[in-house]
């Protein structure tokens, strides 16, 4: 399976990290407007019916209340004492009104029944009838000897029309005040009924309900329907309607949840105080629903674009952070082309080549570790013998791991130890070297490293600086001659060799070390008038001063003569200075000061003669070039005098030959390196191929060409490997070969560092360009 790339990975959990907040408030929002929602829709059910049951219970109380005027007046006490015949016409008259007068447009009142069982008859609004004939005789006495009093019961509206009417009766039921007279009595003889149509209180709630498309109902204290928008319910009991959760309504107000034919409803009630009745109302689920979807469409669209906006911001801020590994993938591919496989992950790919770079680099390690020896041995051998710069003598002996022990020594000094002869010993000759360096390795087992430098061997001598944080001078003295000959015993003892051991005066700055060198060797010397096996100080022999401080400048001296072949005159006046300094600055008697300045005329004469020029062409006199100098008196005088008598004599004449042989050697070096470049070609063998001076062609090329040799080779180098990656299909790896780099991966480096892009992009993009040629 491909593995995806951590990109894809980053970008997919910025993405469900983004989805999972703004679903989850989506829902929230949703789920809580809806819920809101709900609570207001149950909430306004639950005022209106507290108001339809205001408005009904205010039509009941007024009939009820007109009711008892009725009942109180005079005519109905009078009519009810009354048989009330034909001839009772104007009492009956006076009857009428009073009943009539109770219907009112306010109270919904259709019909007030007076029967009076005792005298025989019946009044209401069709008429007066004898009881006993009346047609619902028997049920309206029911009502007058039952249990009920003052009460509202839902009685048949057929119970109260003629029979010529009947089929005209347009509510099937009414809402009966029924009230048995005489009020108190335990044996009433008559009944009042005041009726109101069950469906004329239907409009009552139409009014409240106008643009709901709630379903109101009433149930009575029996929970048979009283009022509901389907007259034809009314009176039936409340399963009729579909609902059976009676149980679940309270004795107050409230809301729940029901099944009403199979959709979902949400029923708020109120129970009357007054009378019992029990207001219902019925809000479909789907309508409250459909205002949760309105929201829910508008929550939707909303988390959507803040859905694609928080999707955008994680596609660009994984990018972002994907970038660096991008950069870093990029940089192996065009460092390692084929690095990055396919498919592979990129950390495991970065950790491959973090792990090889590693790898390389503790080969590179031990690699320097096993030639830091050899390093630090000859640049010791160096400084003993003078070659290295004072000024940087400290810092390139901290390189090699001394500072400390500069730092901490107050007082050193050299020790050279030398073996005596090999005649008599089990030894040859041929082990010479192999003694050396066993003695060698005994020095650094006796003289712990805090106290000594490396060993080193020049010229058969074993040469050893050794320090001490002690400044005192005796102490110091006394420490070196116990070590010597220690370690005089020692090999004695294991190699069964007689060695001589020379020490130098102690002394305080590093930059002695040259000096001190050259005492130690002297004190060696003295072997020859004091026998074998000796260790002996300079001071032993020089009444304890130290060797000449005129370190005379064999560097500088060196250096000047390049510069005078190079006809350098600013450089070639600086370093006479510097040669003549020192020599100067010394305390010398005038004698000795004869001695350098002789030594510098003798180095600049053999230059002249190695070169090839006469004394003639410096000087027109014959006198004694040696003896003009002894005569001068004053340190000017002597500058002077090698400057304008030898050393810009000499300058003239080595810039009159440059302009005719630097060209002449330019061009013999550029040949080497067009016929050689595909060898391990270098300076130093054109040196020996043009029998030259390596220094001397380096300066001279720069000058000629104004680019160093190693910038030309390169360059040329460089310019060929172009070639073949333009015109041949030869490998890089081969191409690396041929021009003599070790590791192909050095090659490819190089290239990019120089052109900017790999010898493989080069080679696509020079394909890729001479296309588009072609085309056009």
Known sequence: MRSRSFLTKLTVFGFLLCTLPVLFIGYFSYATSSSEIQKHVNKGNTQLLIQINANVEQIVTTVNHTLNQVINSTVLQNAMRSPLTVNDFKLYNDLRNELRHMQSFDTQLEDVVLLNEKQNWMVKNSGLYRFDEYAYNKELSELLHGQTNNAWLLTPSNWFYSEENANSVSCPFDLSLVKRLPVNSLAPSSLIMANIPACSLQSVLQNETDGRSDTIMVLDDQNRILLHPDSSLIGQPVSAAGFDRIDAIGPTSGQFKA???????????????????????????????????????????????????????????????????????????????????????????????????????????????????????????????????????????????????????????????????????????????????????????????????????????????????????????????????????????????????????????????????REALDALKHRLKLGEGIVIQYGNVNAGKH?????????????????????????????????????????????????????????????????????????????????????????????????????????????????????????????????????????????????????????????????????????????????????????????AARLRYNNPQNFIRSFRKLEGLTPGQYRDKFAKDSGMSLGS
């Open 259 to 517: 099944e009403v034919d199979n959709q979902s409803y949400s029923v708020a009630y109120y129970r009357s105080p007054y009378n019992g009745w029990t207001y219902l109302s019925f809000t479909s689920i789907a309508g409250l629903t459909k205002e949760s979807d309105k929201i829910g469409l508008y929550t939707l669209s909303v988390c959507l674009l803040m859905l694609l906006m928080m999707m955008l911001f994680a596609w660009l801020g994984s990018r972002r952070i994907y970038s660096p590994i991008q950069k870093l993938l990029k940089q192996i591919d065009d460092w390692l082309p084929g690095a990055k496989r396919a498919g592979s992950d990129e950390f495991q790919v970065i950790g491959e080549q973090i792990q090889r770079l590693f790898q390389s680099h503790s080969r590179l390690e031990g690699e320097i570790r096993q030639h830091l020896h050899q390093v630090r041995t000859f640049y010791l051998i160096r400084a003993f013998q003078g070659s290295v710069k004072k000024s940087q003598l400290t810092e390139q002996l901290s390189r090699f791991g001394y500072r400390q022990q500069l730092d901490e020594w107050q007082a050193m000094a050299v020790i050279t130890l030398q073996i005596d002869s090999l005649e008599g010993t089990r030894y040859d000759k041929s082990d010479g070297d192999l003694l050396l360096f066993a003695v060698c390795n005994m020095i650094e087992e006796l003289i712990k490293p805090p106290d000594r430098l490396a060993p080193v061997v020049i010229d058969q001598t074993v040469v050893l600086l050794y320090g001490s944080a002690a400044n005192e001078s005796r102490a110091f003295n006394s420490t070196l001659y116990r070590v010597t000959e220690s370690l005089q015993s020692r090999i004695q003892e294991i190699l069964e060799l007689t060695v001589s051991i020379g020490m130098s005066l102690p002394f305080e700055s590093v930059k002695q070390l040259a000096i001190a060198y």
């Open 547 to 735: 060797y000449m401080k005129n370190n005379y400048p064999v560097l500088a001296e060196s250096e000047l003569i390049d510069a005078i072949k190079l006809a350098d005159r600013e450089r070639a006046k600086e370093l006479l200075e510097r040669v003549l300094r020192p020599v100067f600055d010394a305390d010398l008697s005038p004698q000795e000061y004869q001695i350098p300045l002789a030594r510098l005329l003798n180095a600049l004469l053999m230059a002249m003669q190695e070169s090839g020029i006469g004394l003639h062409q410096i000087r027109h006199d014959q006198s004694s070039i040696f003896e003009e100098m002894i005569k001068l008196n004053t340190v000017p005088e002597i500058e002077d005098w090698f400057w304008t008598g030898i050393v810009l004599p000499l300058i003239r004449i080595f810039r009159d030959r440059q302009q005719s042989q630097y060209h002449n050697i330019s061009e013999k070096i550029i040949d080497l390196v067009q016929r050689h470049y595909d060898t391990d070609l270098s300076l130093e063998e054109c040196a020996t191929r043009l029998n030259y001076n390596a220094n001397y062609l380096s300066s001279v090329f720069r000058k000629e060409t104004g680019v160093s040799f190693s910038e030309y080779l390169t360059a040329y180098r460089f310019g060929m490997a172009k070639r073949w990656l333009t015109d041949t299909g030869m490998p890089v790896k081969d191409i």
